[in-house]
């Protein structure tokens, strides 16, 4: 894609520089700039990445796409021979481009969303795809407008695309399928992130199902998610494929098994194992077998990616440390992931701490959702509860409320007071689940608590 392809998308003008140039490598980050990269400013709420297309420049950007510079001829001199693009909105420009590149990219893309599990579905299924395809896919949490478009527009001739779509509002999926056009999508569930915003899971299930807007082959879903199975029975969407451990599905497990070592179970009478406990992740396994039958990988193949799952940092981490376990699922939180959570955590044996914080984005939901999970709480195997956060204290009460020992259930304003707590508690063989909404900073946490010596 040269420059003058993408003239006039967002009143895009070259001010300066080469119109036949080839566009290579793009970044929003001049921490991450390689030469030749076009560097795209983006002006966010308390910064302005406009102000460092010098910067840019200077660490081997070849082109700049910026919104509003003062282009003096003191500048112009010192940045002789780059390319700078004036454009209107470069957030909305940058989406034009990828949606137009989109359209010239003659290999699968695969799109995964859903309310929680897309980050660790969309690692498994890149890992599979690898198997026998170069593959690009979504790196880190940018599953947004800027984070998706711009891994279109760093494809460089790979065979495959495997994408992570996120949302907190309604339209903003029908946004990202418009540029991106599926060739295969995959719901996770439909749970309670973001009710908040769009007032019920119905509304919910409505945002995800806007994947379908840009969809030209099969949406595979957990057939195990109340809505997803209801909407299936009811929908005359083709195809769609189910996978599930509990309702009749396409892809369903049977004879399922925990240990310490991980879980197993059966699939067509196959055996198959993964180093990690939950159903979540048996959710994401089927995901990898059918992706596999898909795209003509072996269940051999599969296996193998599935033999050396790793979590990814503070998404269900096992971290062995003075002689008890931490979970370390501080990343973010919801009612469904802590459900899954604690799913894990009944599995295995030992003192069971959980310490959990504040879920964020859930407006005048807050309460009731917290409650429900200080009930769920109640009728688990946990020994002593700890909580931080004004939400929190609810998930305390409604245990206490429930039949929880109030003795074994601790409540706490800052995180700093639940690890001096923590310190002065865990005992060997303990195993500590560490769990909040991400701007809760729970990994202060993780990293503080050591236990007695």
Known sequence: ???????????????????????KGFSKDTRTIQNGDTYVGIKGDNFDGNLF?????AKGADTCIVEHIDLTDEIKKEVQGKNIILVDNSVEFIMAVAKQKRKTIPVPLIAVTGSVGKTSTRAIITDVMKKKYTTLSTIGNENARIGMSLRILNYQNEECIVLEMGMNHAGEISELTDIARPDVAIITNIGTSHIGNLGSRENILKAKLEILEGLSGPVMINNDNDLLHEWAKKHEY??????????????????????????SYELKGDLVKIPVIGDAFI?????????????????EEVK??????????????????????IIDDAYNASFDSISYALDVL?????????VLGDIFELADYGEEIHRKIGSLIAKQSIDMLLTVGTLAEFINEE??????????????NTNDEAIKSLNQTIQKEDIVLVKASHGMHFEEIVSGIQGRN
């Open 399 to 412: 245990a206490i409320h429930d039949g929880f020992d109030k003795e074994n259930s601790f409540h706490f």
């Open 53 to 57: 297309f010098l910067d840019a420049l």
């Open 304 to 325: 193998q990616v599935l033999s050396n799952l790793k979590m990814e940092p503070h998404r269900m981490e096992f971290i062995d440390r003075n002689g008890f376990t």
């Open 1 to 23: 894609m040269k420059i003058k392809d993408v003239l006039g998308l967002s009143n895009a003008k070259l001010i300066m520089g080469n119109e036949d140039y080839v566009f």
């Open 283 to 299: 959710y994401n396994s089927l995901v990898a077998f059918i992706i596999g039958d898909l795209f003509g990988i072996t269940h």
């Open 346 to 354: 009944s599995h295995l044996e030992g003192r069971k701490i959980v």
């Open 238 to 263: 083709a195809p769609i494929i189910a996978f599930g451990i509990h309702e009749e599905s396409d892809y369903q497990v049977t004879n399922v098994n925990y240990d310490k070592l991980g879980s």
